[in-house]
Every structure is written in structure tokens, then in C-alpha cells.
T-cell receptor, first 112, second 111 residues
């Protein structure tokens, strides 16, 4: 089955530690995105990538980093510089930058 | 910059129709989308409409687009308890960012 997979579903980390969230897609999509969702709020764009080996900052990139070494993978690292990392993180992909996006099931990160 | 607005809450009785409204600012958007999010899950694409269309119907869902007023609506006929979720309106924005999402409308379906 084609789809987009995020892992893990739940993640707990101690304050000050870096953590990497996985996002893999087998849809052969060029574009991939990371969003952050806080309780009762909409989605805010962290980073996006329109093609392999290229990515751009979104609205709230500070404290985050990404890589796009393979077409199917777009991992997100939440660094210790991110002041308030506890949130629900959503990864998405789209065939190109102008087509509909498909989302993974999300990773809920809790930093204690 | 682009902005998408929605009312935050809507309650309807089971069996009634629900209408969720959205306004957007980017007149150059090619597509406008409706997504559904159930608790603790990702977003599911419900439907989308091309900007040169006025209406699109898909089973219980009807999308209306008023491009002049930059107003988009999603009508759900015969609303069921399983329709309770958050509904996001989105446009494909400029500047390569592709999607700008509204804050989401939480639909509660009362028995």
C-alpha cells in the first residue's frame, strides 16, 4: 500500500536533548513538508522540500533542522534550541508543489 | 501574505446539514482544499476544487467557491456522529510554500 509513514507515534524526551522524527513516503512524491500543530491551533509550516537535496525554511524553522538525502525520506530534528518543542508534528507529501498533500498520522512529542 | 480564516466551532444535530465556511486572501490560488482531522490523527484530504469551478459535489459533500468574495464553503449533508472532527480549509499559496491552512473548524454532531 502506498502512503506516508511517521514514526514513532509517541515520543518522550528530556529537555536539552535533540530528537529526530522519521517521515517516509512510497508515493514517489517530489515535495515533502513538516508542520507543527499545538492544541486548539492550526498547522504551522516548519520546513518544506520540493526536490531531493533541497529544502526551505517555513514560518517557524528556528530550533529545527531537516535533511532530504533521499526522495522518500524527510527526517526532522528537534534541537535543544527549540524553546517549546512539545507538540504534535505532521509530515506531508505531494506529487509536486502544486498538487494536493497527503499526511502521515503524526508524532506527538513530549519534552519533560 | 496569504491568510485563511475559519470560524472555530460549529455544532449541528445528527441528520442536519453542516456548512463550514472559509475565507482566503490569495486570489492566485489554483486549488482550494478541505481536510478532516480526527482526534490524534493526521489530516485526511476530503475534497478539493479547482479555482475556475463554482461548485463540486462528491456524495454527501458539496463545495461552493465564490472567487469574487474569496469565500469557500463545505456542506455536509445528513451529518453523522462520525463526521465529528476538525475541518481545515487550505489554499495552495505562492512563494513555493504550497499550502496555507486555516485554523480549523471543530464540528460537533449532537445526537
Amino acid at each position: 500500500d502506498g502512503g506516508i509513514t511517521q514514526s514513532p507515534k509517541y515520543l518522550f524526551r528530556k529537555e536539552g536533548q535533540n530528537v529526530t522524527l522519521s517521515c517516509e513516503q512510497n508515493l514517489n512524491h517530489d515535495a515533502m513538508y513538516w508542520y507543527r500543530q499545538d492544541p486548539g491551533q492550526g498547522l504551522r509550516l516548519i520546513y518544506y522540500s520540493q526536490i531531493v537535496n533541497d529544502f526551505q525554511k517555513g514560518d517557524i524553522a528556528e530550533g529545527y533542522s531537516v535533511s532530504r538525502e533521499k526522495k522518500e525520506s524527510f527526517p526532522l530534528t528537534v534541537t535543544s534550541a527549540q524553546k517549546n518543542p512539545t507538540a504534535f508534528y505532521l509530515c506531508a507529501s505531494s506529487e509536486t508543489a502544486n498538487t494536493e498533500a497527503f499526511f502521515g498520522q503524526g508524532t506527538r512529542l513530549t519534552v519533560v | 501574505g496569504e491568510d485563511v480564516e475559519q470560524s472555530l466551532f460549529l455544532s449541528v444535530r445528527e441528520g442536519d446539514s453542516s456548512v463550514i465556511n472559509c475565507t482566503y486572501t490569495d486570489s492566485s490560488s489554483t486549488y482550494l482544499y478541505w481536510y478532516k482531522q480526527e482526534p490524534g490523527a493526521g489530516l485526511q484530504l476530503l475534497t478539493y476544487i479547482f479555482s475556475n469551478m463554482d461548485m463540486k459535489q462528491d456524495q454527501r459533500l458539496t463545495v461552493l467557491l465564490n472567487k469574487k468574495d474569496k469565500h469557500l464553503s463545505l456542506r455536509i449533508a445528513d451529518t453523522q456522529t462520525g463526521d465529528s472532527a476538525i475541518y481545515f480549509c487550505a489554499e495552495n499559496g505562492n512563494y513555493g510554500q504550497n499550502f496555507v491552512f486555516g485554523p480549523g473548524t471543530r464540528l460537533s454532531v449532537l445526537p
